[in-house]
Nanobody, 113 residues
Framework: QVQLVESGGGLVQAGDSLRLACAAS????????MRWIRQAPGKDREFVAH???????SYADSVKGRFTISRDNAQNTVYLQMDSLKSEDTAIYYC???????WGPGTQVTVSS
């Protein structure tokens, strides 16, 4: 079974940074696109960032210029570097493998203003 486990969330102040990590197992990690999705309380899930197996990236407009997605295939891990955090970034952040529709359990990010 594919397993994705997020880590790195926490409570921070606006303007601070966090680095999320998603450790993957049960798949040939280097061959899959990966993405970060978030869900704020009372809101629908929202696309955050995507990285292809080649390393090409794309971002939601709301995080562009502040967040950076990357991957380390040797470590089977995808990262999300989040800078200049805003209260609007408060959400549970999920790691997602689209081709497998596999999700991690999420990690909570709370940004106080």
């Amino acid at each position: 079974q594919v397993q994705l486990v997020e880590s790195g969330g926490g409570l921070v102040q606006a303007g601070d940074s966090l680095r999320l990590a998603c450790a993957a197992s049960g798949l040939i990690f280097s061959g899959y696109d990966m993405r970060w999705i978030r869900q704020a309380p009372g809101k629908d899930r929202e696309f955050v960032a995507h990285i292809s197996w080649r390393g090409s990236t794309s971002y939601a407009d709301s995080v562009k210029g502040r967040f950076t997605i990357s991957r380390d295939n040797a470590q089977n891990t995808v990262y999300l570097q989040m800078d200049s955090l805003k209260s609007e970034d408060t959400a549970i952040y999920y790691c997602h493998a689209p081709a497998l529709n596999s999700w991690g359990p999420g990690t909570q990010v709370t940004v106080s203003s």
